[in-house]
C-alpha cells in the first residue's frame, strides 16, 4: 500500500522536474500578486501589518488553484488514467499520492516563500512563525479540496473556470482560520486555537477527499 | 483469443471498456470465472491488461521510465535488465533515454506495447493494438500474443487488419449494424 502510494509520488514528482515551468509559474504568481499590494496599497507599516494575513493567504488559494486543473487533465488525455482506474488497488489510494504530490509541487514551495514575502508587510518574527505555519497546516488541505473539484471538472470544456467556482468556496474555512491564525498572531492573541481547526480540516480534507475524487474520476472515465 | 471487427463506430471500443469495468454496461452482466466483475473489482483487475486507443505513455518521459513506472504502479516491479530487454525487443534499444515526446507516433505505441512483453496478467485487452505500427512490429505484437494465448492466456482485442496469430485458437466476432443500433438508443 505504501509503496502504491510512493510510487505515485515518485512518478508525479519526476513528471513536474520534468515540467518545471508550470511549478515556477505559480510561484511568480504568488510573489508578484503579494508584491504588488504593499505598491498600490501605500507603506504605512500599520495597514500593511493588518491587510498580511488576507493577502498571503488569498494570494496562496489563488497559486493554488493555477495549478490544480493539471492534477488529472494530463493523465486523462494520455490514457494514464484508465490505466490507474485499472490498477488492482484502490483507485483513492492512487488519489492520495497524487494529493501529496501536488502539494510537494505547488504547496510546499509557497509554505517555503512565505516568511521572506511576509517582510514587506513589516510582521514580526513570531507573526511570520505563524504564518509560515498555518500555511503548512492549511496547504494540504486545499490540495485534497481541489483534487475533488479537479476530478469534477475534468474534461469538462471550460473546466477551468467551472473549478474555480467550485473549489474557491470550499477553500473559504481554510482561508478564515488561516487568515485568523496570523491575525490573531500581529494582534498578540494566541493563534492556537485557530491552528488546531485548521489542522482538523487539513486532516480531514487530505484523508477524506480521495474517496469522493476516486468516484468522480470513475464517472469521467465512462 | 477473439478478435472482434466491424465498422467505424459498430461499438468495439466501447465493448471493450465494459469488459474491462470501465463503463458499466446499459443491461446485462459481465462475469469472470462466474462472478460479476463488478463484485469481484479488485480480484479482476490483478488478472487484467488493458492496452487503450491512447498510449498511456507519458510525453516527458522516456521509453525506460515509462516502462519501469508502469510496471512500479501495478506493483509488478521490473528490473532494468528486464525492461532494457523488452525495449530491444520492440525494437526501441538506442532510443531508452530519449524522451518519448520526440518519438514517432509507431515509435510511441511500440513503447506501450513493450509492456506486453513481461506481462503475466491472464486477460489481455487490447484495443487496436497493431494501428501505427509497420509490418515487422505487427508481426511481434502478433508473436506476443501467440505466446500468451500459449501461456494459457486469454486475450481479446480489436482490429481491421487479418493479423495471423502463430498459436492459440482465434475466435473472431463481427459487430453489425444492430448493436450500434442499440448503441445509439
Known amino acids: 500500500m505504501l509503496s502504491l502510494i510512493r510510487a505515485v509520488i515518485g512518478r508525479d514528482l519526476r513528471l513536474a522536474m520534468r515540467r518545471q515551468a508550470d511549478i515556477v509559474a505559480a510561484m511568480f504568481f504568488f510573489i508578484i500578486v503579494v508584491s504588488l499590494f504593499p505598491l498600490g496599497v501605500g507603506p504605512e507599516p500599520d495597514q500593511l501589518r493588518r491587510l498580511a494575513p488576507g493577502v498571503l493567504w488569498v494570494a496562496a488559494l489563488l497559486a493554488t488553484m493555477l495549478s490544480l486543473p493539471r492534477l488529472f487533465a494530463d493523465d486523462h488525455r494520455d490514457g ?14 492512487i488519489v492520495l499520492g497524487k494529493v501529496i504530490a501536488h502539494w510537494l509541487v505547488a504547496g510546499l514551495p509557497l509554505v517555503l516563500l512565505a516568511p521572506v514575502l511576509g517582510i514587506q508587510f513589516d510582521l514580526a518574527g513570531d507573526a511570520l512563525a505563524v504564518l509560515t505555519l498555518s500555511l503548512l497546516i492549511g496547504t494540504p488541505a486545499l490540495s485534497g479540496i481541489g483534487a475533488i473539484g479537479a476530478a469534477l471538472t475534468l474534461g469538462v470544456r471550460g473546466g477551468g473556470v467551472l473549478l474555480s467556482l467550485l473549489v474557491l468556496p470550499l477553500y473559504i474555512p481554510v482561508l478564515i ?30 484523508f477524506f477527499a480521495p474517496w469522493p475524487t476516486a468516484a468522480a474520476l470513475r464517472v469521467a472515465l465512462e | ?23 458499466p454496461a446499459a443491461s446485462g452482466e459481465i462475469r469472470w470465472c462466474g462472478r460479476p466483475i463488478a ?63 520526440y518519438l514517432s507516433q509507431g515509435q510511441k505505441r511500440r513503447a506501450a506495447l513493450a509492456r506486453l512483453v ?7 485487452v487490447l484495443d487496436e493494438p497493431y494501428v501505427a505500427l509497420d509490418k515487422a512490429a505487427t508481426e511481434l505484437v502478433a508473436g506476443l500474443v ?23 485458437s482465434v475466435r473472431e466476432l463481427t459487430l453489425g449494424d444492430d448493436v450500434a443500433a442499440q448503441q445509439r438508443l
Open chain 1, 80 to 93: 494514464t488514467l484508465e490505466q490507474l482506474a485499472l490498477a488492482p488497488q484502490p483507485l483513492a489510494l
Open chain 1, 177 to 206: 482560520f488561516g487568515a485568523g491564525a496570523v491575525d490573531a498572531a500581529v494582534t498578540g492573541l494566541g493563534a492556537q486555537a485557530h491552528l488546531s481547526l485548521l489542522g482538523a480540516l487539513a486532516l480531514g480534507g487530505v
Open chain 2, 39 to 101: 463484485q469481484i473489482g479488485e480480484e479482476f483487475r490483478s488478472e487484467l491488461c488493458f492496452l487503450g486507443h491512447q498510449n498511456a505513455i507519458k510525453e516527458e518521459l522516456t521509453p525506460l521510465e515509462n516502462l519501469v513506472s508502469t510496471a512500479r504502479l501495478a506493483q509488478e516491479p521490473l528490473d532494468e535488465d528486464a525492461a532494457l530487454a523488452a525495449l530491444e525487443l520492440v525494437g526501441l534499444l538506442g532510443r531508452e533515454d530519449l524522451a518519448c515526446r
Open chain 2, 118 to 124: 513481461h506481462e503475466k496478467r491472464a486477460l489481455w
Open chain 2, 146 to 168: 501467440g505466446a500468451h494465448l500459449q501461456r494459457g492466456g486469454l486475450a481479446v482485442l480489436t482490429t481491421h487488419q487479418a493479423v495471423a496469430v502463430p498459436a492459440g
Open chain 2, 1 to 23: 483469443m477473439l478478435a472482434l471487427q466491424g465498422r467505424n463506430g459498430s461499438g468495439k471500443t466501447s465493448l471493450l471498456r465494459m469488459l474491462c469495468g470501465l463503463t
